[in-house]
């Protein structure tokens, strides 16, 4: 004889491949749902058939958190305790300390349902610590979640506005620990089930208010929309199925994407740094560059989250639109990202404190070791008039890597990317390698001078490495160049004039 429905999803929840001589744990809020996902793992464990894959069979323990925001909340706590002496499984009810939040507060339920969890898996690391209950072994949690439930969140986060993350609805598993088995279940399944088990369960009020979104889409918009399509919830859950599929694809793409995060010192071969760079920054590096649009947007959501930063809608548009560009700063409420060339992405700080200066002096011919970078200024020849004309090409093309333009194609790059500064005869030594300092200036080809704050921003430079980055000055402190951002008056040559000096920077170490 076939199991009912509910019973043969349960069974084939990849829940139970953790679970041999472990714990179940069935969050139980008394609601009929809840209570229906206990009787079933009750019965299934109590199939001899079923537990014949065990050696041990997991013990089922019921779970139930009191938010105390209801007057019936503690009758709710009792219910649970009952049922649980009924299926002779232990018990755990806990008290939540959510006096600030009132069922008449609009957004009250998000911060009790992060409590729930978060105390869910507390209770989750106690078993497996074995400091409750003397178990020993895995410990998993199940919650009742059903095909409506998964319809109607798709649904409100279409409405509230999303990406393609909340189009993924509620996710089977929730980091590997707590599983969803009843995501395909209808609730009529359910309710025909506990109404064959002859059990009763409670009636939770404030569900009926619509006052609150979530109600008014269960109780006035879904009816709706199974007046017009009887399949509308299991197509809304399908959808949220497809953008698990393709999200998992994209997140497949991104671990084969080759890329690396950059320490501090691996930084500065690729800025020109000459100290750390101020508050909290990074970087990724991608050895072959980066031109897929969608997947360079994935990576920043993803990192954003990870870092515990707030992925919504407008985030993720956001973002999506300027990988489409990349031309300027992704600034965020804490987080800024920046892509100075296809193969660097740095992430910083907005709110970041300055750090003190550095600086360094560099004599005629000599080599000096810079915190973060080496400074070389060595005669020039024959082959370095080539080279600045090759350098000048770029900057007038506004072309971050020449010889890229030129072959249309990204090459690997030399380990140590070099910054090079052509000067003529004339130049006052010795120069000084130094970082920015306000008020700083430097003297235009075509006349005039502008601030070097200015040319930071122009070129939408991020706050926290103004302070580190290199200036090249001589001896009466004038501002010379600015490795790759700007180059002063001094520096431009004539036709046929050879470049006398060539200060070369690279990374150090």
């Known amino acids: 004889m076939s199991r009912p429905k509910p019973l043969e999803l349960l069974a084939q929840c990849p829940v139970w491949d953790a679970l041999d001589g472990g714990t179940l744990v069935v969050a139980c809020s008394g609601g009929r749902d809840s209570v229906a996902l206990a009787l079933a793992a009750h019965e299934l464990l109590g199939d001899a058939r079923f537990c014949e894959r065990f050696s041990t069979p997991p013990l089922l323990v019921l779970w139930h958190l009191d938010h105390g925001l209801r007057a019936s909340s503690a009758a709710d706590a009792r219910f649970v305790e009952r049922l649980a002496v009924r299926l002779k499984a232990p018990c755990r009810v806990e008290q939540a300390n959510l006096s600030k939040l009132t069922t008449r507060t609009a957004g009250w339920e998000a911060p009790a349902r992060h409590e729930r969890y978060l105390r869910l898996e507390q209770f989750l690391d106690k078993l497996e610590a074995r400091q409750i209950l003397g178990l020993d072994g895995p410990a998993r949690a199940m919650t009742a979640h059903h095909l409506s439930d998964q319809a109607e969140t798709v649904l409100h986060h279409i409405l509230r506005g999303t990406d393609l993350a909340g189009l993924r609805g509620i996710a089977p598993v929730l980091r590997k620990r707590i599983f969803r088995p009843w995501l395909e279940l209808p609730a009529g399944e359910i309710a025909a089930y506990v109404k064959q088990q002859r059990q009763s369960f409670r009636q939770d009020p404030t569900n009926r208010d619509t006052r609150q979104t979530r109600n008014r889409i269960r109780l006035v918009v879904m009816p709706l929309l199974r007046e017009i399509n009887s399949a509308a919830e299991a197509h809304l859950a399908r959808l949220a199925e497809l953008a698990r599929r393709y999200s998992s694809r994209f997140h497949a793409q991104l671990e084969c994407h080759e890329r690396a995060e950059l320490a501090s010192n691996q930084l500065a071969a690729r800025l020109p740094l000459l100290s750390k760079p101020a508050g909290i920054f990074g970087a990724f590096w991608f050895p072959a560059g980066w031109r897929e649009t969608e997947l360079l947007a994935e990576l920043i959501l993803q990192h954003m989250s990870q870092l515990g930063c707030k992925v919504d809608y407008a985030v993720a548009h956001q973002a999506y639109h300027w990988a489409a560009r990349r031309d300027y700063p992704l600034d965020f409420t804490k987080l800024r990202y920046w892509m100075p060339s296809p193969r660097l992405l740095t992430f910083s700080s907005v709110t970041a404190e300055l750090t003190p200066p550095f600086s360094q002096a560099l004599a005629d011919d000599a080599t000096s070791g810079i915190h ?67 008020g700083d200036r430097i003297e235009l080809a075509g006349g005039g001078t502008k601030k070097l704050g200015d040319i930071f921003t122009d070129a939408k430079v991020p706050t926290c490495f103004r302070p580190a980055w290199a200036v090249l000055t001589d001896a009466n402190d004038k501002v010379l160049w600015v490795p790759a951002l700007a180059d002063s008056a001094t520096m431009q040559l004539v036709v046929g004039q050879s470049p006398r000096y060539v200060v070369i920077l690279r990374a150090s170490g």
């Open 372 to 438: 973060m970078l080496t400074a070389e200024l060595r005669r020039g020849d024959a082959k370095d008039l080539l080279a600045w004309l090759k350098n000048f090409a770029a900057r007038l093309l506004h072309i971050d890597d020449f010889m890229n333009w030129l072959t249309g194609e990204i090459r690997e790059p030399a380990r140590d990317r070099q910054w090079r500064c052509y000067l003529p005869d004339v130049v006052a030594l010795p120069l000084t390698l130094r970082t920015w300092r306000e």
